[in-house]
């Protein structure tokens, strides 16, 4: 388990309330919950530095780093973590539009392969935004 002194709680806390405001409570609050005391240290790191540090930095707007996000997933082919982001992105404003043309240029810098595969979990995903809104 990481010992944090105040100042990493602080950043810690700021940094799960924007994890939360994102990707939604819900899902920050279900992977909380499911994890094992060998995974915690990792969403501890994951919690404070990713989302207490550099999403809390007034360096870029949540919207651009929700897409830069999908294009760096898309390359990386994790579409578990995708599916997590376009819905981030969408509820950082986000159009589909802007996913769309994120996902086309990914499709010429990194393959179209990857690309096909992130429209997949991108089209599934602002179907059911758009169904819950």
């Avoid at 002194?5 to 602080?10: A, G, L, T, Y």
Wanted: aromatic fraction near 6%; include cysteine; hydrophobic fraction near 40%.
């Amino acid at each position: 388990m990481i010992d944090r002194n105040d100042s990493h709680q602080d950043t810690f806390e700021e940094g799960l309330n924007v994890r939360r405001e994102v990707l939604g409570a819900a899902h920050v609050d279900a992977s909380l919950g499911a994890t094992s005391e060998f995974s915690r240290p990792i969403q501890e790191l994951v919690t404070e530095y990713c989302w207490g540090i550099v999403w809390t930095s007034d360096g870029l707007p949540r919207k651009t780093r929700s897409l830069i996000n999908i294009a760096m997933l898309t390359a990386l082919n994790r579409s578990h973590e995708l599916a997590v982001h376009v819905r981030g992105a969408l509820n950082n404003g986000a159009t589909d539009g802007e996913i769309q043309e994120v996902l086309l240029q990914t499709a010429i810098y990194v393959g179209v392969p990857a690309a096909l595969e992130s429209f997949r979990i991108a089209d599934r995903v602002v179907k059911e935004h758009h169904n819950a809104e």
